[in-house]
């Protein structure tokens, strides 16, 4: 089963920027569409963006569309998330996860466990 490890979270300012790492353990995560989720202090996880298999295609949030990247390295098993431009209402811990689409929406696929995730902290 795939796991996933992420990491590159902290505390920024208003207006920097971070890049988030994902990194598979166990399986590889190739075979999958990637995305990126997170979840506020008290609220559900929520869809930040995905990236299709072969990366050709990514979908964001409109909350972070035009600020934050998503990115894949296959070779090296590793998903990214590059955060520019980052709001206090960013601040979550964010999470990634092999993920498909359904009726627009993305969703982690069943069968995964999320990780621990990384927490990111956006002072005003």
């Known amino acids: 089963q795939v796991q996933q490890v992420e990491s590159g979270g902290g505390l920024v300012q208003a207006g920097g920027s971070l890049r988030l790492s994902c990194a598979a353990s166990?399986?590889?995560?190739?075979?999958?569409?990637m995305g990126w989720f997170r979840q506020h202090p008290g609220k559900e996880r929520e869809f930040v963006a995905a990236?299709?298999?072969?990366?050709?295609?990514?979908y964001y949030a409109d909350s972070v569309k035009g600020r934050f990247i998503i990115s894949r390295d296959n070779v090296k098993n590793t998903v990214y998330l590059q955060m520019n431009s980052l709001k206090p209402e960013d601040t979550a811990v964010y999470h990634c996860?092999?993920?498909?689409?359904?009726?627009?929406?993305?969703?982690?696929?069943?069968?995964?466990?999320w990780g621990q995730g990384t927490q990111v902290t956006v002072s005003s």
């Open positions: 166990g399986r590889t995560f190739s075979p999958y569409a």
């Open positions: 996860a092999p993920a498909y689409s359904a009726g627009g929406r993305w969703y982690k696929v069943g069968n995964v466990f």
């Open positions: 990236m299709t298999v072969n990366g050709d295609s990514t």
